[in-house]
């Protein structure tokens, strides 16, 4: 009983509930100063827009962290890198596009440096001379979004936004065009050559233009084109006459383009990309086409010397056709024919 009294008497545990550790106020700082950071980074990365590869023969005028990428004169993107490529046969920029921009990076999106570029058809890119180059853009119309483009290396004479209309002009040859030549309507500059190229066939040169609205509503299935570059000289009872468009179609080449007066009154502007035919001069395009025309050959047994292709038929000193074509080549027959169309 002694030993059962005793064990009573002994002291008992209590179980004591362990304080919560606090938290000591030295680490609120860096604890909101991480969040702060994290929220930071967030807001960045949802706020950033895609990077981009621009690839071109060159990079003249391009610097990392400096070169704009603009659209309608407004920043969207800087070039954060420039490299050769793996091959070193062009350069690889890498550039940074802003998050309101990143829809417009589809696969037909163009770009291009802007630089000052002087010539005879115009001066362009004077506010570089104190800003530096730039790399301009040009939206596409395609929805398929792409990373990766290839830089145009001569800038479009054009720009998508430009209202107007594009036509074709089909000629013998060149001659002094190029692109940048000018169009004139009425000694009015109303458009430029844009491209050129050879036919399909390689007969012929295809010159694109483009007419600026509201002037491009005056070319129609009547509206003939010719060569306004040079001088065109005339001696006549009146005098000397002397007419050129300009001294830019002068030096660098230029086309006009006229109605002409047989042409119907109520003709409907001509679609987009017509094809026209380039006359070598005012004269051509306006002549008059015939509608009868009759061929004979004519035989000549004596020297035809000083005769060439296109020498006027006469009568009685008048003028016997508008438009002769004479083609003469020795026949089996003694002497030379003469083949002549009149009217």
Do not use: C
């Not at 606090?22 to 990365?45: F, T």
């Not at 070169?67 to 350069?91: F, M, P, R």
């Not at 299935?221 to 000397?240: C, E, H, K, Y």
């Amino acid at each position: 009983m002694a030993e059962s009294t005793d064990r009573d008497n002994l002291p008992r545990a209590t179980v004591v509930p362990r304080r919560r550790q606090r938290i000591s106020v030295i680490w609120i700082i860096p604890i909101l100063a991480a969040v702060v950071a994290i929220g930071i980074a967030i807001q960045r990365i949802l706020s950033e827009g895609p990077t981009i590869t621009i690839i071109f023969r060159s990079a003249e005028g391009v610097e990392a962290d400096k070169t704009v990428i603009k659209y309608k004169d407004v920043n969207i993107g800087q070039v954060t890198a420039v490299e050769l490529s793996e091959d070193h046969s062009h350069v690889e920029i890498t550039a940074k596009i802003a998050k309101s921009a990143a829809g417009l990076m589809v696969e037909d999106a163009k770009f291009w440096v802007v630089s000052a570029r002087f010539s005879l058809s115009g001066v362009s890119g004077l506010s570089t001379l104190l800003s530096g180059n730039f790399i301009a853009f040009e939206v596409g119309s395609s929805n398929k979004p792409q990373r990766k483009f290839t830089g145009l290396e001569v800038p479009p004479i054009i720009t998508g936004g430009q209202p107007g209309r594009q036509f074709v002009l089909r000629a013998d040859n060149l001659g002094s065009l190029g692109i940048g030549s000018p169009i004139y309507y009425r000694r009015l500059q109303v458009g430029q050559v844009i491209a050129y190229d050879l036919s399909s066939d390689g007969k012929e040169m295809d010159i694109k233009i483009f007419i600026n609205s509201p002037y491009d509503k005056y070319v129609n299935s009547g509206t003939r084109f010719w060569n306004a570059s040079g001088v065109d000289i005339s001696l006549g009872a009146g005098g000397l006459n002397v007419r050129t468009e300009s001294l830019v179609a002068l030096l660098a080449g230029g086309v006009a383009f006229e109605t002409a007066p047989f042409a119907p009154s109520n003709a409907e502007p001509a679609a987009v990309n017509t094809i026209f035919t380039l006359y070598s001069d005012q004269v051509t395009a306006m002549k008059q086409p015939e509608s009868i025309s009759a061929r004979y050959v004519l035989h000549f047994n004596e020297s035809l010397r000083g005769l060439s292709v296109g020498a006027p038929v006469t009568f009685l000193g008048l003028l016997a056709v508008r438009s002769p074509r004479l083609v003469s080549r020795p026949t089996r027959r003694r002497g030379i024919f003469v083949d002549a169309w009149t009217s």
